[in-house]
């Protein structure tokens, strides 16, 4: 099994911002939804979730609450905050952008 | 602005909540491992592997709890605390090693910080006056006998009136008086000076005034004897003020100053000064500004204040130029400035930062003392990158489980350097305290040795000079530990029994390079003492011309204003001479106007029938000495040629002198001197005085000096003649030579002088040895302080090598065990594990010895009697460095050779 490419620099924060706007999330289940929504092609390695998380929840994107989940045990859900959702737009903006502008490049045809 | 709400709210809770927030994070990712495991376990995992996996995913559980507490705000101060609490937990479970450490620190470090106020003190600290480096210091010089000499009233007077170059100019002398405050006459130490003076240094009272213009001129005619008159004023320093007047008001009253009652005008402010003179009452100096003769009358010091935008180049460019001119100037041929055709007998005028004055031979043995204790601080660090290196391997299986729980190379150098500067600063804090300790000490015990003395002390700026070197000393030695730490994996350094890291033999490169280090250093600062001793021990030694032994001394001066008259005043010395004399436990006493060995040059133009000088030149005679009668028998000086000072000679008319060898030989050369006449100065109506006899040489200015021509004039007689030779001095030096020690002949001295005048204080009341001692103050206190550096230094490399091959024995238990189990001798494993540290002290000492060569000739100047690469000091040194290493190496080596094979065996 071929491994899922490595996320470029700063996607994994929009990748997690939109899985958190889908629904308030505990770490685990990020992890999951983005797997299965993305057909296993990206996959965040479980060692760079949580410092990613962490840095959002400092930045104030989004914020956490303890509630119970599965197996009956405490876990931290995280939701996006106002700012949050913001941010997502914006920065959904930004990628539409980006990767058009790339699609555009590569349609150039070879003489 | 709600998301800086969140955040800020996130970031308050990490900080503030830490301990919660880590054990949130533990349950976050407990919860995601659960949930993992489960996910496996149902994808067809037993429960342990299931698990497993879930931990491998994750990429180590301890790993991504540090990464994830990485993002935390603060988390660089955060690691940092923790890594202070970590090293002070540390060094507590370690107290052996922690005194060791701290106690070489304390040692290293103080002695840095002390001798750093010094330098910091006396020479980096600018001098405290407005714009010091304005001020300049302004001498003559009479080529080639007297590089350094006073200025005369009217050269000074000429000098302020020609040049451009200075806002003003003033002069000073200094002496000392008799100040009576309370019951208890007491000598302090005076400075004469003009308003000019105070002016260009810049001083203004705390109380009351200064001098006004023109009060500080003579208030008599000129050609009037005895020393001018002046003004009835005197201004106090703030110190004597405090001391000997209670700090109360005091501006306005009179007070006795050599027995004329003067007004205190003003106090000066702390510390104020004029070429740390240490005065405590400055009078009027009595210049006569209309009196234009005496051109030879040299006594005056200069202090000039440049204008603001005239460089010292300029200044020297303006006065080489006045030099030129100032015969036609001054509309005067005899006695100006200029080079004399040969460059014999050139008289200058020439300045020099007054700063620089002030420091004068002082700076380099300071700078000497410096680089003394930074290798002493060497050393301690080379010894303790040897105790954190030990340490090191010892914890190896503590690094690799760090490392294997999360820690990268990074936070593991952060926390070597952390360690290493938490025991530097504690041991830089030790260290303050004793070297505040210290610097009381060398300040008490060498007064004089040093200029500034009032200004040592331990300042911010020292403080953050120590913390400076502590933090640096910190890095140093914790860099070392981390050089040597390869960490192994977690596997290895566990399998290993963990105690210790591997014993391939290159391990120790390391740290035996770091002992060589220190024995070389060692054998520099030792053999830099070695010389500093023979320097003294020569001082001490040399033939001074008369027997110091079993001679006190003390110095009378009585004041003009009580005692106008030169008879009144021989009167007085022989009196107490003659009652010093019948006390049963004297041998003899008499009395000398200059004290050898270090009195001052009173360079004196002399005719001398038989000498013609070179054109435009004069005969100067170095010394005049004004002797009481039994001078030379109490002294002990011998007379070579013709005789000695008899009674007889005051009641004979026509004057005697006896004039000493140099004298002779400068002078008379070939010639019998005895019955030749010479006309001491300064006028030509002095009479001729006969030699009568020649004595041998006695040092005078200094033991390390050459000897200067000398000539002896007899109390007895001078005082009793007319003037213009009738003369008695002031101040006297009184010597008895007695059994008696110091301790019990002072209260017979006192007995007497009391009962001759209880007004006058007896004034420096020691034994000729103190004397001499006094006059090598400054050698003595680098001899002392260097030896005691390189004793510290030699102690300190003995511990080092002692702890190597401790070390290194430990080590080797084992293998030392099989071998004496096997049969091998004791003796043989003794000699092998004494070779082994025998090796590197020589290593160390031929390392240091060519080093020696090098540093020991920078002390060449301050050397005396022995070159710099003397071969019996050098010799010395290396008998030094052995024995104390033989000593260092036996005591592990004999512990080896003791072992119990069976003990050693087992223990593994």
């Given at each position: 099994?071929?491994?899922?490419?490595?996320?470029?620099?700063?996607?994994?924060?929009?990748?997690?911002?939109?899985?958190?706007?889908?629904?308030?999330?505990?770490?685990?289940?990020?992890?999951?939804?983005?797997?299965?929504?993305?057909?296993?092609?990206?996959?965040?390695?479980?060692?760079?979730?949580?410092?990613?998380?962490?840095?959002?929840?400092?930045?104030?994107?989004?914020?956490?609450?303890?509630?119970?989940?599965?197996?009956?045990?405490?876990?931290?859900?995280?939701?996006?905050?106002?700012?949050?959702?913001?941010?997502?737009?914006?920065?959904?903006?930004?990628?539409?952008?980006?990767?058009?502008?790339?699609?555009?490049?590569?349609?150039?045809?070879?003489? | 602005?709600?998301?800086?709400?969140?955040?800020?709210?996130?970031?308050?809770?990490?900080?503030?909540?830490?301990?919660?927030?880590?054990?949130?994070?533990?349950?976050?990712?407990?919860?995601?491992?659960?949930?993992?495991?489960?996910?496996?376990?149902?994808?067809?995992?037993?429960?342990?592997?299931?698990?497993?996996?879930?931990?491998?995913?994750?990429?180590?559980?301890?790993?991504?709890?540090?990464?994830?507490?990485?993002?935390?705000?603060?988390?660089?101060?955060?690691?940092?605390?923790?890594?202070?609490?970590?090293?002070?937990?540390?060094l507590?479970?370690s107290p052996g090693f922690a005194a060791v450490a701290l106690l070489t620190l304390a040692l290293g470090i103080g002695a840095n910080t002390a001798i750093f106020s010094i330098v910091?003190?006396?020479?980096?600290?600018?001098?405290?006056?407005?714009?010091?480096?304005?001020?300049?210091?302004?001498?003559?010089?009479?080529?080639?006998?007297?590089?350094?000499?006073?200025?005369?009233?009217?050269?000074?007077?000429?000098?302020?009136?020609?040049?451009?170059?200075?806002?003003?100019?003033?002069?000073?002398?200094?002496?000392?008086?008799?100040?009576?405050?309370?019951?208890?006459?007491?000598?302090?130490?005076?400075?004469?000076?003009?308003?000019?003076?105070?002016?260009?240094?810049?001083?203004?009272?705390?109380?009351?005034?200064?001098?006004?213009?023109?009060?500080?001129?003579?208030?008599?005619?000129?050609?009037?004897?005895?020393?001018?008159?002046?003004?009835?004023?005197?201004?106090?320093?703030?110190?004597?003020?405090?001391?000997?007047?209670?700090?109360?008001?005091?501006?306005?009253?009179?007070?006795?100053?050599?027995?004329?009652?003067?007004?205190?005008?003003?106090?000066?402010?702390?510390?104020?000064?004029?070429?740390?003179?240490?005065?405590?009452?400055?009078?009027?100096?009595?210049?006569?500004?209309?009196?234009?003769?005496?051109?030879?009358?040299?006594?005056?010091?200069?202090?000039?204040?440049?204008?603001?935008?005239?460089?010292?180049?300029?200044?020297?460019?303006?006065?080489?130029?006045?030099?030129?001119?100032?015969?036609?100037?001054?509309?005067?041929?005899?006695?100006?400035?200029?080079?004399?055709?040969?460059?014999?007998?050139?008289?200058?005028?020439?300045?020099?930062?007054?700063?620089?004055?002030?420091?004068?031979?002082?700076?380099?043995s300071i700078w000497v003392l410096q680089a003394a204790v930074g290798l002493v601080l060497l050393i301690a660090c080379a010894n303790l990158a040897n105790l954190l290196l030990a340490r090191a391997e010892?914890?190896?299986?503590?690094?690799?489980?760090?490392?294997?729980?999360?820690?990268?190379?990074?936070?593991?150098?952060?926390?070597?350097?952390?360690e290493g500067v938490v025991l530097s600063v504690a041991g830089g804090a030790l260290g303050v305290a004793l070297a505040r300790v210290g610097v009381q000490w060398i300040v008490r015990a060498f007064?004089?040795s040093?200029?500034?003395?009032?200004?040592?002390?331990i300042?911010?700026?020292?403080?953050?000079f120590t913390?400076?070197v502590a933090s640096m000393c910190g890095v140093l030695f914790g860099l070392a530990p981390?050089?040597?730490?390869?960490?192994?994996?977690?596997?290895?350094?566990?399998?290993?029994?963990?105690?210790?890291?591997?014993?391939?033999?290159?391990?120790h490169h390391l740290r035996r390079g770091l002992v060589v280090a220190e024995v070389a250093l060692a054998v520099m600062l030792v053999a830099g003492a070695g010389l500093l001793v023979r320097t003294v021990y020569?001082?001490?030694?040399?033939?001074?011309?008369?027997?110091?032994?079993?001679?006190?001394?003390?110095?009378?001066?009585?004041?003009?204003?009580?005692?106008?008259?030169?008879?009144?005043?021989?009167?007085?010395?022989?009196?107490?001479?003659?009652?010093?004399?019948?006390?049963?436990?004297?041998?003899?006493?008499?009395?000398?106007?200059?004290?050898?060995?270090?009195?001052?040059?009173?360079?004196?133009?002399?005719?001398?029938?038989?000498?013609?000088?070179?054109?435009?030149?004069?005969?100067?005679?170095?010394?005049?000495?004004?002797?009481?009668?039994?001078?030379?028998?109490?002294?002990?000086?011998?007379?070579?040629?013709?005789?000695?000072?008899?009674?007889?000679?005051?009641?004979?008319?026509?004057?005697?002198?006896?004039?000493?060898?140099?004298?002779?030989?400068?002078?008379?050369?070939?010639?019998?001197?005895?019955?030749?006449?010479?006309?001491?100065?300064?006028?030509?109506?002095?009479?001729?005085?006969?030699?009568?006899?020649?004595?041998?040489?006695?040092?005078?200015?200094?033991?390390?000096?050459?000897?200067?021509?000398?000539?002896?004039?007899?109390?007895?007689?001078?005082?009793?003649?007319?003037?213009?030779?009738?003369?008695?001095?002031?101040?006297?030096?009184?010597?008895?030579?007695?059994?008696?020690?110091?301790?019990?002949?002072?209260?017979?001295?006192?007995?007497?002088?009391?009962?001759?005048?209880?007004?006058?204080?007896?004034?420096?009341?020691?034994?000729?040895?103190?004397?001499?001692?006094?006059?090598?103050?400054?050698p003595r206190l680098l001899a002392q302080l260097i030896g005691g550096f390189a004793a510290l230094a030699l102690l300190l490399a003995a511990i080092g090598t002692y702890g190597l091959l401790s070390y290194m024995v430990a080590e080797?238990?084992?293998?030392?065990?099989?071998?004496?189990?096997?049969?091998?001798?004791?003796?043989?494993?003794l000699?092998?594990v004494m070779t082994q540290g025998l090796v590197l002290t020589v290593a160390g000492l031929l390392i240091g010895l060519a080093g020696s060569f090098g540093v020991t000739?920078l002390l060449?100047?301050l050397l005396?009697?022995v070159?710099p690469?003397d071969?019996a000091t050098m010799a010395a040194v290396m008998a030094t460095i052995v024995a104390v290493a033989m000593v260092a190496c036996w005591l592990p080596a004999w512990r080896a050779s003791?072992?119990?094979?069976?003990?050693?065996?087992?223990?593994?």
């Amino acid at each position: 099994m071929s491994k899922p490419p490595d996320l470029m620099q700063g996607t994994l924060d929009l990748l997690l911002l939109k899985i958190i706007a889908l629904e308030p999330q505990h770490g685990w289940a990020i992890s999951q939804r983005l797997g299965q929504v993305s057909g296993r092609e990206l996959q965040v390695s479980d060692g760079s979730l949580y410092p990613a998380l962490h840095k959002l929840e400092l930045a104030g994107w989004i914020t956490a609450e303890w509630k119970t989940g599965e197996l009956g045990r405490r876990a931290k859900f995280y939701t996006l905050t106002p700012a949050g959702r913001d941010r997502l737009e914006q920065e959904t903006e930004e990628w539409r952008r980006l990767s058009s502008a790339i699609a555009r490049v590569l349609r150039v045809k070879e003489v | 602005m709600r998301r800086w709400m969140y955040a800020f709210r996130a970031r308050l809770r990490a900080l503030v909540r830490r301990k919660h927030e880590d054990s949130n994070l533990n349950d976050e990712l407990a919860f995601h491992l659960a949930m993992q495991a489960r996910a496996n376990q149902a994808g067809g995992m037993g429960r342990f592997e299931a698990e497993r996996q879930a931990r491998l995913q994750l990429g180590g559980l301890e790993q991504t709890k540090e990464r994830t507490r990485d993002v935390r705000p603060l988390r660089a101060t955060e690691t940092f605390l923790q890594d202070i609490r970590y090293a002070v937990r540390l060094l507590r479970r370690s107290p052996g090693f922690a005194a060791v450490a701290l106690l070489t620190l304390a040692l290293g470090i103080g002695a840095n910080t002390a001798i750093f106020s010094i330098v910091n003190g006396v020479i980096l600290r600018p001098l405290p006056y407005p714009n010091p480096d304005r001020l300049m210091f302004l001498t003559t010089q009479f080529r080639p006998i007297f590089m350094q000499f006073w200025v005369s009233p009217p050269e000074y007077m000429e000098f302020q009136e020609l040049n451009r170059s200075f806002a003003s100019v003033g002069a000073f002398a200094t002496g000392e008086s008799n100040l009576t405050a309370g019951d208890a006459p007491r000598r302090v130490r005076t400075a004469f000076v003009d308003e000019h003076l105070l002016k260009a240094l810049g001083i203004s009272a705390a109380r009351g005034r200064l001098f006004a213009p023109g009060e500080t001129d003579t208030t008599a005619r000129p050609g009037a004897p005895g020393p001018p008159p002046t003004a009835a004023v005197a201004i106090l320093s703030h110190e004597l003020w405090q001391t000997a007047f209670g700090a109360r008001p005091i501006v306005g009253e009179r007070v006795e100053i050599d027995g004329r009652r003067r007004e205190v005008i003003g106090i000066m402010p702390p510390g104020a000064d004029v070429m740390d003179n240490r005065t405590e009452v400055w009078l009027p100096l009595g210049l006569n500004r209309a009196n234009r003769q005496n051109r030879g009358n040299h006594y005056l010091y200069l202090v000039g204040r440049l204008n603001d935008d005239v460089t010292q180049q300029a200044a020297e460019a303006e006065l080489n130029d006045l030099m030129r001119q100032w015969s036609g100037r001054v509309g005067n041929n005899l006695h100006t400035f200029g080079m004399a055709g040969d460059g014999s007998q050139g008289h200058l005028l020439q300045m020099e930062p007054l700063q620089e004055e002030i420091l004068g031979g002082a700076r380099q043995s300071i700078w000497v003392l410096q680089a003394a204790v930074g290798l002493v601080l060497l050393i301690a660090c080379a010894n303790l990158a040897n105790l954190l290196l030990a340490r090191a391997e010892t914890r190896q299986r503590e690094f690799a489980v760090r490392t294997a729980i999360g820690a990268g190379r990074g936070r593991l150098l952060q926390q070597f350097v952390i360690e290493g500067v938490v025991l530097s600063v504690a041991g830089g804090a030790l260290g303050v305290a004793l070297a505040r300790v210290g610097v009381q000490w060398i300040v008490r015990a060498f007064p004089n040795s040093l200029p500034r003395t009032t200004e040592i002390g331990i300042d911010p700026f020292v403080l953050i000079f120590t913390l400076a070197v502590a933090s640096m000393c910190g890095v140093l030695f914790g860099l070392a530990p981390f050089m040597q730490t390869k960490v192994k994996s977690l596997a290895a350094a566990l399998k290993d029994g963990g105690a210790k890291g591997g014993t391939d033999a290159t391990r120790h490169h390391l740290r035996r390079g770091l002992v060589v280090a220190e024995v070389a250093l060692a054998v520099m600062l030792v053999a830099g003492a070695g010389l500093l001793v023979r320097t003294v021990y020569n001082l001490t030694r040399v033939d001074a011309g008369f027997d110091r032994s079993r001679l006190v001394t003390f110095e009378l001066t009585l004041p003009q204003a009580r005692y106008p008259q030169a008879p009144g005043r021989a009167q007085v010395y022989q009196s107490i001479l003659d009652k010093l004399r019948v006390l049963p436990e004297v041998q003899g006493a008499t009395a000398m106007s200059g004290l050898p060995p270090s009195r001052p040059v009173n360079a004196n133009s002399t005719t001398l029938e038989g000498y013609t000088p070179k054109p435009g030149d004069t005969a100067i005679v170095d010394y005049y000495q004004t002797v009481g009668s039994a001078y030379f028998e109490t002294m002990g000086i011998p007379i070579v040629l013709g005789r000695s000072f008899q009674p007889i000679d005051s009641a004979t008319p026509g004057a005697v002198a006896i004039v000493n060898e140099t004298l002779v030989n400068t002078f008379w050369k070939g010639q019998n001197p005895i019955g030749r006449r010479l006309r001491p100065c300064c006028s030509d109506q002095t009479p001729w005085l006969t030699v009568i006899g020649v004595a041998k040489d006695v040092k005078q200015g200094g033991v390390d000096q050459k000897t200067g021509s000398e000539l002896y004039f007899f109390l007895d007689e001078t005082a009793a003649a007319a003037a213009p030779i009738g003369f008695a001095p002031q101040t006297m030096n009184v010597v008895v030579r007695t059994a008696l020690p110091l301790t019990a002949l002072s209260p017979v001295i006192d007995r007497v002088v009391r009962e001759t005048d209880p007004t006058v204080p007896i004034v420096r009341l020691r034994d000729m040895d103190g004397v001499f001692a006094e006059s090598i103050r400054r050698p003595r206190l680098l001899a002392q302080l260097i030896g005691g550096f390189a004793a510290l230094a030699l102690l300190l490399a003995a511990i080092g090598t002692y702890g190597l091959l401790s070390y290194m024995v430990a080590e080797r238990r084992r293998e030392i065990g099989i071998r004496l189990a096997l049969g091998s001798d004791r003796a043989s494993v003794l000699t092998q594990v004494m070779t082994q540290g025998l090796v590197l002290t020589v290593a160390g000492l031929l390392i240091g010895l060519a080093g020696s060569f090098g540093v020991t000739r920078l002390l060449s100047s301050l050397l005396f009697g022995v070159e710099p690469t003397d071969p019996a000091t050098m010799a010395a040194v290396m008998a030094t460095i052995v024995a104390v290493a033989m000593v260092a190496c036996w005591l592990p080596a004999w512990r080896a050779s003791r072992l119990d094979p069976i003990v050693a065996l087992r223990d593994e």
